[in-house]
């Protein structure tokens, strides 16, 4: 009896039909689930970009299905979108980015985290809100966006007898990435580094196609050595701690940069550019490498404690937890500022802020003890806030009337409530007692 011959065209056709549902079906449960703190447009232009990470790690609607491959540039167009636009979106909101930074070294006061038109960055509305010291922000912007080149990284390892890994974006030519036996996820997690002139001349690496399809020639990080990396949250509250809130804000930019950057019109690492830009224009920059060793440093996640140190995402940075309607990022500049702050999941990590901040307010004491290479003193940090909070409460705005708040703490059975301003930061607390003479006109016991 003969065996029947598959089909494999239909096979292959039946794939694609089920890759292009997933992706449908997980961008649509982001869009429907996720609250981010920006403008509805750039909220799906980040979302987009979490459908990939999603397939790559068999997340969300993928459930367990891994497609290493697949790039923001295959959702995008299985999703039917305008390609053109969406590349120009993203690359507009790194535009106005460095167009701000243009301004502020031509000594043009900016005081504010917005754009020509008032709008803020990345559409976060808080950034509008405050008033920055320009300089600091350009400091921050320049380490942020260096901290990430794997020169800088391999003197950090050295120096300091650490490991991080590290590595680059490159335009590689898919073609000959499959004749090679090597996938995306592969040369994202491997260790690379004296294969990157050989890459190069067997044509893996492009450095300069004549145009980038998306589909041949893709932008892919090809590791050069293995480590557990950098988080970006530690980044952010170590620049804080040790420089100020803006300089920490400044480092926040320039990793989001290096997010939008992945998909855009100019596939190319433009945090670095902008940061060797900043040094080379800004004269009171007053960071170089000690700074830059520094923050690399204590970005840096220890071996073994990848646990305790959550990396967020822009995504996860900008997500509105549904309990305290904090975010991520506005937790990070709470805390820098001496703020109370209410503790928060650091997403997908198992841990709160409040042991997050404990964590890296130690190990940034514990660094700056050893040497102090920094400019500033680092204020002492004792035990969070967070530490005395009963942990069964409610979230509130200061705006909310008294019967907005009975109801929340009936349906989530406690009698406290923390009131936030409308900044985000905590105002006060409220007991149920305290609001009964309101609601019984002022019959209460």
């Given amino acids: 009896m003969k065996a029947k011959k598959r089909d494999f065209s239909r096979a292959k056709e039946?794939?694609?039909?089920?890759?292009?549902?997933?992706?449908?079906?997980d961008y649509q449960s982001l869009v429907d689930n996720e609250e981010l703190d920006t403008s509805r447009e750039v909220e799906e232009l980040i979302l987009l970009q979490s459908v990939e990470g999603h397939a790559h790690n068999g997340h969300g609607a993928f459930h367990k299905r891994r497609f290493v491959n697949l790039t923001t540039a295959d959702v995008v167009r299985r999703l039917g979108l305008d390609e053109e636009k969406v590349k120009g979106d993203r690359q507009k909101l790194i535009d106005e980015i460095f167009e701000w930074v243009d301004e502020a070294l031509s000594e043009e006061p900016k005081e504010r985290l917005v754009n020509r038109?008032?709008?803020?960055?990345?559409?976060?509305?808080?950034?509008?809100?405050?008033?920055?010291?320009?300089?600091?922000?350009?400091?921050?912007?320049?380490?942020?966006?260096?901290?990430?080149?794997?020169?800088?990284?391999?003197?950090?390892?050295?120096?300091?007898?650490?490991?991080?890994?590290?590595?680059?974006?490159?335009?590689?030519?898919?073609?000959?990435?499959?004749?090679?036996?090597?996938?995306?996820?592969?040369?994202?997690?491997g260790g690379f580094q004296d294969d990157i002139e050989h890459f190069r001349q067997v044509g893996l690496i492009v450095d300069k196609p004549k145009r980038v399809d998306d589909d041949v020639i893709r932008y892919l990080?090809?590791?050069?050595?293995?480590?557990?990396?950098?988080?970006?949250?530690s980044a952010i509250v170590s620049a804080g701690l040790l420089w100020g809130r803006d300089v920490a804000l400044g480092v926040f930019l320039a990793d989001a940069i290096d997010t939008l950057e992945k998909y855009s019109y100019k596939y190319e690492d433009q945090d670095s550019d902008l940061a060797n830009y900043i040094h080379d224009k800004f004269d009171r920059l007053d960071f170089g490498r000690e700074e830059l060793h520094t923050l690399t440093?204590?970005?840096?996640?220890?071996?073994?404690?990848?646990?305790?140190?959550?990396?967020?995402?822009?995504?996860?940075?900008?997500?509105?937890?549904?309990?305290?309607?904090?975010?991520?990022?506005?937790?990070?500049?709470?805390?820098?500022?001496?703020?109370?702050?209410?503790?928060?999941?650091?997403?997908?990590?198992?841990?709160s802020t409040d042991q997050f901040y404990q964590f890296i307010s130690e190990r940034v004491m514990e660094f700056t003890k050893m040497e102090v290479p920094v400019?500033?003193?680092?204020?002492?940090?004792?035990?969070?806030?967070?530490?005395?909070?009963?942990?069964?409460?409610?979230?509130?705005?200061?705006?909310?009337?008294?019967?907005?708040?009975?109801?929340?703490?009936?349906?989530?059975?406690?009698?406290?409530?923390?009131?936030?301003?409308?900044?985000?930061?905590?105002?006060?607390?409220?007991?149920?007692?305290?609001?009964?003479?309101?609601?019984?006109?002022?019959?209460?016991?």
């Fill in 14 to 25: 039946s794939d694609d039909r089920l890759l292009t549902r997933l992706i449908k079906v």
């Fill in 375 to 445: 400019k500033s003193k680092l204020a002492e940090v004792g035990p969070p806030l967070s530490a005395a909070l009963e942990r069964n409460f409610v979230v509130v705005d200061i705006n909310a009337t008294v019967e907005d708040v009975a109801k929340a703490m009936v349906k989530e059975s406690t009698d406290i409530a923390v009131v936030l301003d409308d900044g985000g930061s905590v105002v006060g607390v409220v007991r149920g007692s305290k609001l009964l003479p309101f609601l019984t006109g002022g019959k209460g016991e």
């Fill in 221 to 233: 990080y090809i590791r050069h050595r293995e480590g557990p990396g950098h988080s970006d949250d």
């Fill in 117 to 189: 038109k008032g709008k803020p960055f990345i559409r976060i509305p808080f950034l509008a809100e405050m008033e920055v010291d320009a300089g600091d922000i350009l400091r921050g912007m320049y380490i942020g966006g260096r901290r990430d080149d794997s020169d800088v990284r391999e003197e950090v390892e050295r120096r300091y007898d650490v490991c991080i890994g590290g590595g680059d974006s490159y335009l590689v030519d898919t073609r000959i990435m499959r004749k090679m036996g090597l996938n995306a996820e592969e040369l994202a997690s």
């Fill in 297 to 351: 440093y204590l970005a840096g996640i220890p071996e073994g404690k990848e646990e305790r140190v959550p990396d967020s995402s822009l995504r996860y940075f900008l997500s509105i937890d549904k309990k305290t309607r904090i975010t991520m990022l506005l937790s990070h500049i709470n805390f820098v500022e001496g703020r109370p702050y209410i503790p928060i999941n650091t997403g997908h990590h198992r841990i």
